[in-house]
């Protein structure tokens, strides 16, 4: 008796101070805050950037600012692309999103709306930073919430010895051409399709990039000028058309419901397809991978006849202040740093994108002709995502993703698919 | 001729386990392929480049066979890094949830008590909600208890997640075990924490060893609240560090597959170790101690 | 299992009535503070209008669950997510069971049965993400599986596994079944050292060859851990998201949309946290079925 006891005792003790160590666990935890003693401030600054540009570019630009503006530390929290939205979400929901954040021009919409980014265009009136050098700001409701650092387009990339194999000497610049040149080199029969469309459902962007694109190097639009969704107009039937009767010529590249934007480009490096609409940041990789690769870019191929100027997709790395932050005026300094003309070169120049500051040139190594013709491209066209800015415009994309796949497989016509589209649309706005 | 004719009823025994033992190697290697053929393939992309990852016709071996992918992974002080938090997380998470388990699954297996059985219902039923749409609220409190980037904040909330299944398994081996076992120690006089450590647990390691590996590989993978509850490079794991080689535009595909190889390889010994307590059996020596 | 021992005589002191607690204490806390204050807010939120987004949500009653339940897409992941579901489960218990037994034999040496016990293992080694990433290698047009399937002849070599909407679900499927079957495997390895020895004399004793053996031992020995395996596999399946996200996003068209898909674009695709939280709220309830049936089960056993 006298020693069941003794155990009972022994087990209650044990327990008891486990439990009292899981509760110290629980509450011991650092919470080490940013603002010392000394003045000093630390910011924090949270983007998918670091793990794309070259080990350690990122940091060092960070350091070149903090030795210009003493007193200031910046701690780079590095995430992956495509958990960074989520994470920004829930720091955001808690109070805890860092003061400076990478941003997508698709998210800007919901993080304004959420009150999780800040106000550029008051914060820059109250810092008294120049904005005249922006390229482009991205507005909601009249005010800047994020300001694309760099940007990277989207031309049309051909495999040229596919091409001049198929019997075609000429870039296709229009739709007819582009389809006569995506059957020839189908026609092939060496394996390699014409085109690669990639339509993954987790990452809809080939909406935005491989489909929409058609519709804005022809001039076309899919909102009204109020800004409203306007997808059942003629401009985006004649686009989705026309890239359901390349379905249906059978030179789009196997696998496409499921494909995202890296396989899409192996499938090219790899000569397995004949032309693509891609970012120009993949003219390295491609020519890294497959030295032996002979490709050109051109412009996205316009309806025929059209002769007015071309839209090219991009897509932005932008920057944005956290609404929350209370270093707010630190933090406009880092994205004024990051936006000032050698800066924003430099930074341009290790993304292989476009500057986001007017005066900045970037100085492109390898591949630096196709750079400079793309920069040509860019520069008699205009910059065209419709997406940016757009509330939930991942889900818009996905929406429509949904429908165009319906519409590709027979399931449904194309007035069936827009008008649907157009209603899903309707009700996110 | 005469001395197979007089083997042959021992013979005929023999051949049967013979067939017996062909089928079951032959059952074994085709499990053996099911399993080891996808893992092949991961192998053969880490030691390609990643053009030759996608070539077709797909080859196994290439000449530009190199470790380039593991040189550059293991070099990298901020990627050991992450193997090294994934150790040390993955480590404790195994222990406490055993120790935690192995209490709660005592009392559910030998005692009668009010609540058990909504408590039972609660433990199994709280996995069911979708973690994602925990991450908000559980984001939230972390920082408010103070635990959001630390390791203590990744082992509680690993905890949480591992100790129903732990529990639960470890109730079931209890169960199987006749109670006459314990209650015999008890009747000499010694207490419930005596016979559960001198008698349940010895006896029970195969289970426990079962349930520490799932512990372990459920803390080693996950990703999504690895992620969230952390913030800097020196707290982040494994899983992060492969996510992180998944790019906006572009995939590191050999430098994943060689990160994910290299992650398995320190898990497989631990398994290898660990699995003689799956063939000891149960009356062996375990009760003894 | 001889003589029945005289149960313990009713010492029932307060420190005995407390004793289960004190065992039980340390996970209670754990789960409170971590799991059901967490769980709480959920449902609180799936009452709320728009909860995250909206500084001030209001609270609109039950109008969060109607939208959910009459959404189609609803519908559509729970029909995808039982057959996944199922199909995964009763496949990890077959594999699991027949691998766990071949490597239970005492056939074959022990250091053979050692390599292919790591080798058997080798599916669980791997994170969620890369395990889509191979096996979208795997599975691509252009891939290893139709290279093969081409070569052997059978197909044109042209079959795209996961882009196909008729073909999608099953492959899902199929990679699910290959990543989780040596969960099932390892515990039910476990289990059986766990069978007395003497129940097979005995067994063999009265005659019964291998296969009656195996039904009239094995089984109903197994029986409790395949019980709460097949039920916490259940929840588990139904909740795989990674898996399914990063391999077909939920498509083609809705063919692989399943509840943990569904909720996933709830949340953070379309910010609709307040109906996350109610399609949260709705799993909740059906494995609280599940649950309970489980509990029962386990209540009428002993």
């Known amino acids: ?429 | 001729m005469t001395i197979q004719t007089s083997r042959r009823p021992g013979v005929s025994r023999g051949t049967r386990t013979n067939l017996a033992r062909l089928a079951l190697l032959l059952g074994l290697v085709a499990g053996a392929t099911f399993a080891f053929a996808p893992v092949l393939w991961m192998l053969s992309s880490s030691f390609k480049p990643n053009t030759q990852i996608f070539e077709f016709p797909p080859r196994l071996v290439t000449e530009a066979f190199s470790f380039d992918a593991y040189a550059r992974i293991l070099t990298d002080p901020e990627k050991v890094r992450f193997f090294l938090n994934s150790y040390i997380v993955a480590g404790a998470v195994t222990l406490l949830t055993l120790l935690v388990a192995i209490l709660a699954a005592y009392a559910f297996s030998r005692f009668e008590f009010p609540f058990k059985r909504p408590l039972n219902v609660v433990i199994v039923s709280v996995q069911a909600v979708p973690p994602i749409t925990l991450l908000i609220p559980y984001f939230g409190l972390m920082v408010t208890l103070g635990l959001y980037n630390t390791y203590p904040g990744l082992i509680l909330t690993y905890m949480v997640f591992t100790l129903p299944y732990a529990i639960i398994m470890m109730t079931g081996y209890f169960n199987t075990l006749p109670r006459e076992l314990d209650e015999a120690v008890r009747v000499d006089g010694a207490g419930s924490w005596t016979a559960l450590w001198r008698v349940l647990v010895p006896i029970s390691v195969p289970g426990i060893v079962s349930v520490g590996v799932y512990t372990f590989m459920i803390a080693w993978n996950e990703y999504l609240f690895a992620l969230t509850l952390t913030k800097t490079t020196d707290m982040r794991t494994v899983p992060i560090g492969i996510q992180l080689l998944m790019g906006q535009h572009s995939y590191e595909w050999n430098e994943m597959m060689a990160m994910s190889i290299l992650g398995s390889i320190p898990v497989l010994v631990l398994f290898l170790f660990f699995q003689r307590f799956f063939i000891g059996g149960l009356a062996s020596g375990a009760v003894k101690s | ?302």
């Open chain 1, 1 to 429: 008796m006298s020693r069941s006891t003794r155990g009972r005792r022994t087990a209650l003790t044990a327990v008891g101070a486990m439990t009292a160590a899981a509760a110290v666990l629980m509450t011991a935890g650092c919470s080490a805050d940013s603002g010392d003693a000394d003045g000093d401030v630390t910011i924090e600054f949270a983007q998918w950037w670091e793990p794309e540009l070259p080990e350690g570019a990122l940091r060092s630009i960070m350091d070149d600012f903090e030795a210009a503006n003493p007193g200031i530390t910046v701690e780079l929290i590095s995430g992956p692309y495509a958990s960074t939205k989520e994470q920004l979400f829930a720091g955001a929901a808690s109070g805890t999103m860092p003061d400076v954040v990478g941003l997508d021009g698709a998210w800007v919409s919901d993080f304004a709306k959420q009150g999780a980014i800040a106000d550029l265009t008051s914060l820059m009136n109250e810092q008294g930073m120049d904005d005249s050098k922006l390229a482009s700001q991205i507005q909601i409701d009249g005010a800047t919430y994020m300001i694309p650092v760099v940007n990277f387009v989207y031309p049309l990339f051909v495999n040229t010895d596919l091409l001049s194999e198929a019997g075609i000497d000429q870039v296709p610049s229009t739709r007819t051409e582009f389809e006569t040149a995506a059957k020839a080199i189908t026609d092939l029969g060496s394996g390699a399709s014409g085109w690669v469309l990639p339509l993954s459902l987790e990452a809809p962007n080939g909406i935005q990039n491989d489909v929409m694109s058609w519709n804005w190097a022809s001039g076309g639009s899919m909102l009204t000028d109020s800004g409203q969704p306007d997808v059942t107009n003629a401009d985006v039937a004649s686009t989705v058309e026309y890239v359901k009767s390349l379905w249906d010529d059978g030179v789009i590249a196997a696998g496409s419901f499921t494909m995202k934007e890296q396989d899409k480009v192996e499938e090219f490096t790899n000569g397995r397809v004949g032309m693509m609409i891609d970012s120009l940041s993949h003219i390295n990789l491609i020519q890294e991978n497959n030295p032996d690769l002979n490709f050109d870019i051109a412009a996205i191929p316009a309806e025929d006849g059209y002769d007015g100027s071309r839209g090219i997709p991009y897509a932005s790395w932008g920057i944005g202040v956290a609404d929350g932050s209370d270093h707010q005026a630190e933090a406009l300094k880092l994205v004024e740093y990051l936006m000032s003309a050698d800066v924003n070169s430099e930074l341009s120049t290790i993304a292989n994108a476009f500057p986001g500051n007017v005066d900045s040139t970037p100085e492109f190594g390898d591949g630096k002709e196709l750079f400079e013709k793309a920069f040509e491209i860019y520069q008699s066209g205009y910059p065209a995502n419709e997406f940016t800015g757009l509330p939930v415009s991942e889900e818009l994309m996905r929406q429509f993703d949904t429908e165009l796949q319906k519409y590709l497989s027979g399931d449904e016509s194309v007035d069936e698919m827009l008008s649907t589209v157009q209603d899903s649309w309707t009700a996110e706005f």
């Open chain 3, 1 to 302: 299992m001889s003589a029945t021992l005289p149960r313990t005589p009713r010492r029932i002191g307060a420190a005995r009535r407390l004793e289960p607690y004190a065992y039980v204490a340390p996970t209670a806390a754990l789960m409170i503070v971590l799991m059901l204050v967490p769980i709480a807010m959920v449902i609180g939120y799936s009452f709320l209008d728009n909860v995250i987004l909206n500084k001030d949500p209001e609270v609109v009653g039950l109008d969060n669950y109607i939208e959910v339940i009459t959404d189609p897409v609803f519908g559509t992941a729970i029909a995808n997510t039982l057959v996944f579901v199922t199909a995964s489960v009763a496949a990890h218990l077959l594999i699991g069971l027949a691998f766990a037994m071949m490597l239970n034999s005492r056939l074959l040496g022990p250091r053979v049965l050692a390599a292919f016990r790591g080798i058997f293992i080798l599916p669980w080694l791997f994170t969620a993400a890369i395990v889509a990433v191979l096996w979208r290698m795997l599975l691509s047009p252009n891939g290893v599986v139709n290279y093969l399937l081409g070569a052997l002849g059978f197909g044109d070599g042209t079959t795209e596994w996961l882009s196909d909407p008729g073909l999608a679900l099953g492959s899902v499927t199929f990679i699910n079944i290959w990543s989780g079957y040596p969960f099932f495997m390892i515990s039910l390895l476990a289990g059986l050292q766990g069978i007395p020895a003497d129940l097979y004399e005995a067994a063999k004793v009265d005659g019964a060859g291998p296969i009656q053996r195996f039904w009239n031992v094995t089984i109903p020995q197994l029986k409790p851990i395949i019980i709460s395996m097949a039920l916490l596999d259940f929840i588990w399946t139904s909740q795989q998201f990674a898996l399914i996200w990063m391999t077909t996003g939920g498509g083609p068209i809705v063919a692989t949309e399943m509840l943990s898909t569904y909720t996933y674009k709830l949340a953070f695709a379309k910010y609709e946290f307040a109906l996350a939280s109610t399609s949260a709220v709705l799993i909740l309830l059906l494995s609280m079925v599940l649950a309970v049936l489980y509990v029962r089960h386990q209540r009428a056993r002993d």
